[in-house]
């Protein structure tokens, strides 16, 4: 088992880098480059999460060094945020940390009350481009796609 018993022992050293590191590193080279802004929050809580495990490990080395099996519990977690039929990283993002954070959630208060609402409901470049149509057209403007929308969503 020389050969076999020691890829077998170093498996989270071989297989490690790659994971959690190099795929990761080409994915968010490639959610740069595209329109989508799920494949950036995938990738950005990666790299976030990611931050953590290595200030924690940074921080308890000595307990760590401890637990004998850490490297492959380390290896599980980071494919599990990394791989695409997981997407750990946006779970977490999405069920604890959104509700904690809400960068851009400000709406000017000189929209009118229901506006406001629908504003701060909507992600940070949509609500961008609903206040470029209010300036251009008006909030009257606004008001009728949204009264349009409440008629539509009715109707099903």
């Known amino acids: 088992m020389g050969v076999v ?12 880098p790659g994971v959690v590191l190099l795929y990761p590193l080409y994915a968010s080279m ?35 060094h401890w637990i004998p099996f850490w490297g492959y519990m380390k290896l599980v977690l980071c494919m599990w945020l990394v791989l695409p039929m997981f997407n750990g990283a ?10 904690y954070v809400k960068v851009g959630s400000y709406v000017s208060s000189s929209y009118p009350q229901g506006q406001r609402k629908v504003l701060q409901m909507m992600s940070l470049d949509a609500r ?15 008001d009728r796609v949204l009264r349009a929308a409440e008629k539509e969503a009715r109707k099903h």
């Open 5 to 16: 018993g020691a890829v077998v022992r170093n498996l989270d050293g071989i297989i490690g």
């Open 30 to 64: 490639r959610a740069i480059e595209s329109p989508s802004t799920l494949d950036d929050q995938q990738w950005l809580t990666y790299w976030v999460l990611y931050s953590f495990i290595t200030l924690f490990e940074l921080s308890c080395w000595k307990i760590i």
């Open 90 to 99: 946006a779970y977490i993002y999405g069920r604890f940390v959104r509700k």
């Open 128 to 142: 961008q481009s609903v206040q470029t149509y209010i300036t251009r057209y008006g909030p009257d403007a606004f």
